[in-house]
């Protein structure tokens, strides 16, 4: 029993220190974890209290936040603070908003594995265009953002009203990279948190950004929002809003 607790003690440990626990580095407590059914179970559970999603995948356990109950562990209100440049419900909505899509992107229609090796950040700018003009031209989306309790009205304004890039003041013809009163900041700064967040790596390809999802950006997909018990409607939805 106490070898159990501290496992599970030092288990905890780890993943508030580093948001994952492998098997390389940390062989002994992991092969503890997977080899003891108790251990695991009581794990999963302490999780579970936490409002987390214990999941493994590739030799590596990571803790994903329950959807429903918080985002990537945030709350709304330290999801803005998070984001910062004064965020509000809007902008968070159209950030989360750019999240779905990448899911969508390299896990379309509830695939058990990514389809897609990396994509770029201007690809991305177009497929969410396209997804906001189609959702705008719905007679019903109010009943729509009821439906799917999801405020896309106020992403479909939100994201209308921005222009496509905001230059800096001045002489200086270079453009604002980060922010939210242009589409291109919006962009680049809901992808710089899932950077931060260790979801993505963002590589510079050719002026573009190259965005490669991580072994925890999988595991988060696979193991939560794919769970049968698990609500994942948004993210259909905008998944077949391009081929309905």
């Known amino acids: 029993m106490g070898r159990n607790i501290d496992v599970v003690g030092n288990a905890l440990k780890i993943f508030i220190e580093k948001g994952s626990l492998s098997r390389e580095d940390f062989p002994m407590i992991h092969e503890s974890i997977i080899n003891n059914g108790d251990t695991l179970e009581d794990l999963e559970r302490i999780c579970q209290t936490m409002g987390l999603f214990l999941n493994e995948r590739a030799g590596t356990f990571y803790v994903s936040p329950i959807p429903g109950m918080k985002t990537f562990g945030y709350t709304n ?14 902008d968070l909505y159209a950030a989360l908003f750019i999240i779905a899509n990448v899911i969508t992107e390299f896990f379309p229609e509830a695939s058990t594995a990514p389809t897609k090796l990396f994509m770029k950040s201007n690809d991305l700018m177009e497929i969410v265009d396209k997804k906001i003009e189609i959702l705008r031209e719905q007679t019903n ?104």
Request: aromatic letters at 12%; proline letters at 0%.
């Open 141 to 244: 989306l109010d009943e729509i953002s009821y439906e799917k309790s999801y405020n896309f009205e106020v992403v479909v304004k939100k994201w209308s009203d921005l222009q496509r890039v905001k230059h800096d003041k001045g002489e200086s013809d270079s453009k604002k990279e980060f922010g939210k009163t242009s589409k291109n900041q919006l962009l680049n700064t809901t992808l710089r948190f899932m950077e931060n967040q260790e979801l993505i790596n963002l590589v510079d390809l050719n002026g573009d950004k190259a965005i490669y999802i991580t072994e925890r950006f999988k595991a988060t997909i696979i193991n939560a929002y794919n769970d049968e018990e698990i609500q994942s409607e948004i993210y259909n939805y905008l998944d077949n809003l391009l081929t309905e």
């Open 77 to 90: 209100e330290e999801m803005r603070r998070e984001f910062g440049y004064s965020f509000n419900n809007e």
